[in-house]
């Protein structure tokens, strides 16, 4: 599967983003998908994921209450809505997916920028 993000952009803090990651291949439906983000001068980190069949999502304690994960196998396309946000959510968002229980696929990541 390969993966590529869009959606990110500028925003004032409290504002809202949406990113969208869209995947090529028939298969997209059977993977565990999910965002990661890496701030400058920081390692890269999780921030949630979701089963195949939308069933379970994860997240990051940073970002509970405020990110949604969702996803829609008819489009091959996940999505990351993003609300609240706080200067602290700036950084390059990547959409990735496992396999083999390790997140070895990865997009080319998207900026979002919060500025407050």
């Known amino acids: 599967v390969q993966l590529q993000a869009s959606g990110g952009g500028l925003v004032q803090a409290g504002g809202s983003l949406r990113l969208s990651c869209a995947a090529s291949g028939r298969t997209f439906s059977s993977y565990v998908v999910g965002w990661f983000r890496q701030a400058p001068g920081k390692e890269r980190e999780f921030v949630a994921s979701i089963t195949w069949s939308g069933g379970s999502t994860s997240y990051a304690d940073s970002v509970k209450g405020r990110f949604t994960i969702t996803r829609d196998n008819a489009k091959n396309t996940m999505y990351l809505q993003m609300n609240s946000l706080k200067p602290e959510d700036t950084a390059v968002y990547y959409c990735?997916?496992?396999?083999?229980?390790?997140?070895?696929?990865w997009g080319q990541g998207t900026q979002v920028t919060v500025s407050s």
């Open positions: 990735a997916a496992q396999v083999g229980g390790r997140w070895t696929r």
